[in-house]
DNA sequence: CCCTATGTTCCCAA
DNA sequence: CTTGGGAACATAGG
């Protein structure tokens, strides 16, 4: 579900909502989503995301991390009914946030390290393409498994990578050891730009999502291959493909990607 | 009943 | 030991 630039849309509309205001409330509706202590009273120092984990700073230390994976959503509410599927909520003095999940299997960490971060690089503030070049230089999975590999690039899933590759021209199926130094870097500049890009867009809307405040992005308006299986290239006509990799499902031009 | 779904982790085989 | 693939997790919708 969210990649990068939902999770950073929601982080931005988190800062707004609840840095420096005091926790009236921390209650876990799901106990499956792990533990938590008493966070009554702290107040929220910072809101900050690597990939697409988030990390809610608390006074005293301590930190929430979470990770929304499929169908974890962030709603923020000024009144009303516990919604339906909500695992988790943070009430303030002027309303309240929840977590509601579907599948259930967004998780939570409570901890006072920076251990719930994944280790890969940010991709908005500055990949270097020689760095991932040289990692991927190493491995023999196929190119988009790599990009989606988050201890490598962090904040790429499934829709933004078949994105990446159609806009660079490769093809899903390559060796990442197969790539030049030449085409790392115009994978690497293509990928700022499109996250950059969903990132003003407030993310991809293709089934439910929506940001903290139930709105729809409009990334969807601008994808070139997630989705249009069978349907014509945008760059050349051929009918765009749709393969399974990893069992995820994989969009890409066999004519313009190579 | 079949398949699909924006993610991550664990197990197993090579 | 490393690497990569697929199942598992859980539920809804077409």
């Given at each position: 579900m969210p990649e990068l630039p939902e999770v950073e849309t929601l982080c931005r509309q988190l800062r707004q909502v609840v840095?420096?205001?005091?926790?009236?409330?921390?209650?876990?509706?799901?106990?499956?989503?792990?533990?938590?202590?008493?966070?009554?009273?702290?107040?929220?120092?910072?809101v900050i995301r690597r990939g697409k984990v988030f990390q809610f700073q608390l006074e005293g230390g301590l930190s929430l991390f979470f990770q929304l994976r499929m169908t974890g959503r962030f709603h923020w509410q000024e009144g009303g009914d516990i919604p339906p599927r909500a695992r988790f909520l943070l009430s303030f003095p002027h309303g309240s946030l929840f977590l509601t999940d579907v599948r259930r299997l967004a998780t939570l960490r409570c901890s006072r390290g920076e251990d719930g971060f994944p280790r890969g690089c940010e991709p908005l503030d500055g990949?270097?393409?020689?760095?991932?070049?040289?990692?991927?230089?190493?491995?023999?999975?196929?190119?988009?498994?790599?990009?989606?590999?988050?201890?490598?690039?962090?904040?790429?899933?499934?829709?933004?990578?078949s994105e990446i590759l159609f806009r660079s021209r490769i093809s899903p199926l390559r060796r990442s050891s197969s790539l030049t130094l030449h085409e790392w870097k115009k994978i690497v500049?293509?990928?700022?730009?499109?996250?950059?890009?969903?990132?003003?867009?407030?993310?991809?809307?293709?089934?439910?999502?929506?940001?903290?405040?139930?709105r729809k992005g409009e990334y969807q308006k601008h994808l070139r291959v997630y989705g249009r299986a069978g349907k014509a290239c945008r760059r050349c006509g051929a009918a765009v493909r749709r393969g399974v990799m990893s069992g995820r499902?994989?969009?890409?031009?066999?004519?313009?990607?190579k």
């Amino acid at each position: 579900m969210p990649e990068l630039p939902e999770v950073e849309t929601l982080c931005r509309q988190l800062r707004q909502v609840v840095v420096g205001t005091r926790i009236l409330r921390g209650l876990i509706l799901d106990e499956r989503l792990g533990k938590m202590e008493g966070l009554e009273g702290k107040r929220v120092l910072a809101v900050i995301r690597r990939g697409k984990v988030f990390q809610f700073q608390l006074e005293g230390g301590l930190s929430l991390f979470f990770q929304l994976r499929m169908t974890g959503r962030f709603h923020w509410q000024e009144g009303g009914d516990i919604p339906p599927r909500a695992r988790f909520l943070l009430s303030f003095p002027h309303g309240s946030l929840f977590l509601t999940d579907v599948r259930r299997l967004a998780t939570l960490r409570c901890s006072r390290g920076e251990d719930g971060f994944p280790r890969g690089c940010e991709p908005l503030d500055g990949l270097d393409h020689r760095r991932i070049f040289e990692i991927a230089r190493q491995r023999r999975l196929p190119v988009k498994n790599f990009l989606m590999d988050q201890k490598v690039i962090a904040g790429i899933g499934n829709i933004y990578a078949s994105e990446i590759l159609f806009r660079s021209r490769i093809s899903p199926l390559r060796r990442s050891s197969s790539l030049t130094l030449h085409e790392w870097k115009k994978i690497v500049r293509v990928t700022r730009e499109i996250l950059d890009r969903a990132v003003r867009c407030r993310g991809t809307s293709i089934s439910d999502w929506k940001d903290l405040f139930g709105r729809k992005g409009e990334y969807q308006k601008h994808l070139r291959v997630y989705g249009r299986a069978g349907k014509a290239c945008r760059r050349c006509g051929a009918a765009v493909r749709r393969g399974v990799m990893s069992g995820r499902g994989t969009f890409y031009c066999p004519v313009c990607q190579k």
